[in-house]
């Protein structure tokens, strides 16, 4: 006896692999989704290990509460339900950053909206699992079979999506413009199940479903063709001057403002100002100069961070410097520092003709043959001499310093690269951030101390040790407890107020020696606004400013300083 096929089943089994696959695509956008919605809350709200934690756990709630109402849903609008829930999820996915965003800038209750589109996409992506299956079990000999097919296809989808979001949209695309190809998706699958089914007359043709589907895809079209100029037009309530340019990197959003009527330019991180040319000499020559002239020997620099290029500016004054290596992760922010006029005005081209490496997730090696900095007529007019005269301007380019820069983690390069440095410069952004905080450890300041020369010195940006008490005092203690002795200072900065550094040293170099030398310190280059005299006066502290309420240090395991930095500090007690 042989198997027959009825005509019926061949079109059951091309539904069952057309759900199968609707459920792999749906997996891979619901993932993508969920990601952006975690993204948006660590950008906004901050303290991203909180919000990644929040954002998941309140979506798979919601995933649950979706799953137990599927079973409201009557058997013969299974399909339309499954078109619908595409459609919600595309209309609320791709306009969710846009509006949160637009939230942000307009009232105090931004949140709301956030986690209103968290609990939304939620529900619809715990809907759409359940009534896939269902949908399925038609065209499915067995539930198992119908389980194992449907769920398989979600899990593979959510591992595709997650590459898909780690390795293109977060690293080529706005989180606004990734809301909208996630959503292009998800409309599509509801085209291709619409089509499908009134094709094969499994469901009655409907002219409102139709109507709102082409709706649906003029409002995506529409979002994604206007998302970037949205975009800058929704962020620019944010910031009190005009935005010159904004961009989000795989790493970090980048904003630069212009206020032309007092030519003062901004540069923000994630919304947090980083930069401010009309004081940033205050945070820059502190940062810089008392490190490079305690330094005995400073042959060989190594900047962590500093990817604004002001940092490198100073160093480059020093005639006895042969060799600056920058690390900074961020590949976009090195190349705008070295690239955008308002900031190349602001570091005096320090970036110009430096050799640039992008080592993403790769070792590290010292490489032979480094780019030879040289200094051009502009430059020169720019960089005084040991004598604090201008160097004289010459047919022949002059040496000054061998410059590169990396693009790596910090943290990955001090593990991998061999040698060791006169001065290192720790210039990161504050530890508001799990990866920031990781740059604050105990563990990476042993690293450190790993490549700093026996007599060489460390400067560590140490946020602020008034509106930041506990966690400047906690960078502190953390950088003792890595072996180092240190010395605390601080200096007013208009923009963001009283602010904090670490000198660090090992202790082989006696204390009273470097005291001794502060006694006698001079600057052989000039500067604009630090002093000896005023450096000299940055050591002293206020009345208890320097004792602290806790105990801990910061640690990879635990990372108490974020918990401290996040919620602890920028309150006035």
């Known amino acids: 006896m042989t198997d027959t096929i009825t005509p019926t089943q061949k079109p059951f089994n091309f539904a069952s692999l057309l759900l199968c696959s609707c459920m792999f695509a749906s997996g891979a956008c619901g993932i993508i989704l969920e990601y952006i919605q975690a993204s948006l809350a660590s950008m906004i709200l901050g303290n991203a290990f909180e919000q990644w934690a929040m954002v998941i756990g309140l979506m798979m709630f919601w995933m649950g509460f979706g ?108 989180i606004t413009e990734a809301a909208f190809l996630t959503a292009g998706m998800n409309f599509f699958l509801a085209l291709v199940t619409f089509i499908y089914f009134t094709r094969k007359r499994l469901i009655p043709k409907s002219i409102l479903l139709s109507l709102i589907m082409g709706i649906t895809l003029f409002t995506i079209i529409y979002g994604y063709m206007n998302n970037r100029d949205w975009q800058v037009k929704i962020e620019q309530p944010l910031y009190d001057d005009p935005i010159v340019f904004s961009r989000a990197s795989q790493y970090q959003h980048i904003v630069i403002t212009h206020y032309k009527p007092f030519d003062e330019i901004r540069l923000f991180l994630n919304g947090n100002l980083q930069l401010c040319s009309t004081d940033e000499p205050r945070y820059h020559e502190p940062l810089v100069h008392p490190v490079m002239a305690l330094a005995k020997v400073k042959s060989r620099v190594l900047i962590l961070g500093g990817g604004d290029g002001c940092a490198l500016r100073e160093v480059l004054k020093y005639k006895e410097v042969k060799e600056v290596m920058l690390v900074d992760l961020d590949p976009v922010m090195t190349q705008l520092a070295a690239t955008h006029p308002l900031l190349t005005r602001i570091n005096q081209n320090a970036f110009k003709d430096a050799r640039i490496t992008l080592m993403p997730g790769k070792g590290v090696t010292s490489g032979p043959g480094r780019q030879i900095y040289m200094a051009t007529a502009e430059k020169r007019r720019t960089i005084q001499s040991a004598a604090d005269q201008p160097i004289p301007e010459t047919t022949a380019p002059q040496h000054l310093a061998d410059v590169k820069v990396m693009n790596i983690d910090a943290d990955k390069f001090l593990g991998e690269i061999p040698g060791f440095w006169d001065v290192i410069i720790v210039d990161m952004p504050d530890p508001s951030t799990p990866e920031l905080a990781k740059l604050y450890s105990k563990e990476f300041y042993k690293k450190a101390g790993q490549h700093l020369s026996q007599n060489g010195i460390m400067v560590v940006q140490s946020t602020s040790p008034y509106l930041a008490k506990e966690s400047f005092l906690c960078i502190g203690r953390t950088i003792k407890s890595a072996g180092f002795e240190i010395l605390p200072f601080h200096e007013n900065v208009p923009s963001f107020g009283d602010w904090g550094w670490h000198l660090v040293w090992h202790p082989d170099l006696d204390k009273a020696k470097v005291m001794d030398r502060i006694k006698d310190l001079t600057f052989s280059v000039d500067t604009r606004f630090l002093t000896p005299e005023l450096f000299r006066s940055e050591l002293v502290f206020g009345k208890g400013l320097l004792e602290a309420k806790r105990t801990e240090i910061n640690t990879i395991l635990y990372p108490v300083l974020l918990t401290i930095y996040n919620h602890e500090s920028w309150l006035l007690e």
Do not use: C, W
């Open 67 to 174: 799953s137990l109402i599927q079973a409201r849903i009557k058997k013969q609008y299974l399909v339309y339900s499954f078109i619908g829930i595409e459609i919600a999820l595309a209309l609320a996915g791709g306009f969710s950053p846009t509006l949160t965003y637009l939230s942000y800038g307009y009232t105090a209750h931004y949140s709301l909206v956030l986690y209103f589109f968290v609990s939304f996409i939620g529900i619809m992506i715990g809907l759409e699992i359940p009534v896939i299956i269902r949908i399925n079990n038609d065209y499915s000999s067995e539930l198992s079979t119908n389980l194992g097919n449907i769920l398989s296809a979600d899990y593979i989808g959510s591992l595709v999506g997650s590459l898909i979001y780690v390795f293109v949209l977060l690293r080529y695309t706005p």
